[in-house]
Antibody, heavy 119, light 110 residues
Framework: QVQLQESGPGLVKPSETLSLTCIVS??????????WDWIRQPPGKGLEWIGS???????YYNPVLQSRVSISIDTSKNLFSLNVDSVTAADTAVYYC???????????WGQGSLVTVSA | QSMLTQPPSASGTPGQRVTISCSGG????????VYWYQQLPGTAPKLLIY???QRPSGVPDRFSGSKSGTSASLVISGLLSEDEADYYC???????????FGGGTKLTAL
């Protein structure tokens, strides 16, 4: 049974870079045919897809965020990461990592990590 | 960014049949699969329906999904109080090159 766990600072200053990692257990990122995804949810609001990375390394980003977002895989540590540059208060959200067979199908989710952008 | 359109709220009495709609367009629901997610209070979303009408293992069969043209529906047959949650539809949008979500529907069991 695959498990995903987000990790990272809970507080980031405006204009800085938000960095999160998703540690995967129960599956190998490099060998499985899955997409590894990031989704976020501002407090009290709906879900927003940030982007996905395929096991081959191909990346897909939300066009709204594409200029500030990057997703990468570290196969040696079996984790994938998210960076969001030049954050503002609008980036305050619970950030979820997930795994899915198809883009849009998020089969397994992490528990979520609240990141607050504030000075 | 374009979103799929869902009613903000829905309700029903225990045992009742409840339908949640999700409206899109030709570049998303009209040409790609629809997914439904259930988010219980204070928890991460959970995949409820995939590829329009399939249930993952462990999802009760009172949940069903369908798609017609550019719209999709989630039906809960025999509502239980434990079904109170937020429900989101999602699909890939070919024009945007992005996964888009509906705004979510808050379901209340009266």
């Amino acid at each position: 049974q695959v498990q995903l766990q987000e990790s990272g600072p809970g507080l980031v200053k405006p204009s800085e870079t938000l960095s999160l990692t998703c540690i995967v257990s129960g599956d190998s990122i490099s060998s499985s045919n899955y997409y590894w995804d990031w989704i976020r949810q501002p407090p009290g609001k709906g879900l927003e897809w940030i982007g996905s990375i395929y096991h081959s390394g191909r990346r897909y980003y939300n066009p709204v965020l594409q200029s500030r977002v990057s997703i990468s895989i570290d196969t040696s540590k079996n984790l994938f990461s998210l960076n969001v540059d030049s954050v503002t208060a609008a980036d305050t959200a619970v950030y979820y990592c997930a795994r899915g067979e198809i883009l849009g199908q998020f089969d397994n989710w992490g528990q979520g990590s609240l990141v607050t952008v504030s000075a | 960014q374009s979103m799929l359109t869902q009613p903000p709220s829905a309700s029903g009495t225990p045992g009742q049949r409840v339908t949640i709609s999700c409206s899109g367009g030709s570049s998303n629901i009209g040409s790609d699969y629809v997914y439904w997610y259930q988010q219980l209070p204070g928890t991460a979303p959970k995949l409820l329906i995939y590829t329009n009408d399939q249930r993952p293992s462990g999802v009760p069969d009172r949940f069903s999904g369908s798609k017609s043209g550019t719209s999709a529906s989630l039906v809960i047959s025999g509502l239980l109080s434990e079904d109170e949650a937020d429900y989101y539809c999602a699909a890939w949008d070919d024009s945007l090159g992005a996964v888009i979500f509906g705004g979510g529907t808050k379901l209340t069991a009266l």
